[in-house]
C-alpha cells in the first residue's frame, strides 16, 4: 500500500469505488462568526453561543458527510458503506438531541440564576395592633374603609 495516498484515494481503495469530486450545485451556506463584545455578554453566555455554533456546525457537516456516504453506499453495494452510513445518521441525531439538551440546561441555569430567597428571622413592626391587622387581611381593612366613608355622609 502507498502510504502517499489521500484519504479519498484510501477509501475508494477500500470501498473499491471510484472518487468523483462533484461541484456544488448550491452555494455553500455561508458560515456565520458569532463576534460577541466581552464587555456585554458573560462567559455563561459566550459559553452558551459557542456550544451552539458548535453543534449547529457538526449537524451541518454530518449531514454532509451522509450525503456523501449514501452515494459512495448507493454506488458500490458496500455492507460497510452501509453500515457506516447508519452510524453518520445516528451521530446527526444525537447531535441534535444534544442542540435541545443545551438550551434545557441553560433555561435551568437561568431559573436558578433568578430563584433568591431571602429569610428573615427576626423582624420589628411598629405601629398599632389594628394596623398590622389591616396589613394582614386587606379584605377587613376595605370594609372597615367603606364603613368609615359611609358614617361620614
Do not use: C
Not at 455578554?41 to 449514501?70: C, F, H, M, Q, W
Amino acid at each position: 500500500m502507498n502510504h502517499n495516498k489521500s484519504v479519498n484515494e484510501k477509501i475508494s481503495e477500500v470501498l473499491d469505488v471510484e472518487f468523483v469530486v462533484e461541484e456544488p450545485s448550491e452555494p455553500s451556506k455561508e458560515k456565520k462568526a458569532i463576534v460577541l463584545e466581552r464587555d456585554s455578554i458573560t462567559d455563561k453566555e459566550l459559553d452558551y453561543e459557542t456550544v451552539r455554533s458548535n453543534l449547529k456546525e457538526l449537524i451541518d457537516v454530518g449531514r454532509d458527510a451522509i450525503d456523501g456516504i449514501i452515494k459512495v453506499a448507493t454506488e458500490g453495494d458496500s455492507p460497510r458503506a452501509y453500515e457506516v452510513a447508519s452510524q453518520m445518521i445516528k451521530m446527526v441525531a444525537e447531535t441534535n438531541k444534544d442542540l435541545i439538551e443545551l438550551h434545557k440546561i441553560v433555561k435551568e441555569i437561568n431559573k436558578e440564576e433568578l430563584t433568591v430567597t431571602n429569610t428573615t428571622n427576626q423582624s420589628i413592626y411598629v405601629g398599632s395592633t389594628s394596623e398590622l391587622q389591616d396589613l394582614i387581611n386587606q379584605s377587613r381593612s376595605s370594609k372597615k374603609a367603606l364603613k368609615i366613608s359611609e358614617e361620614d355622609e
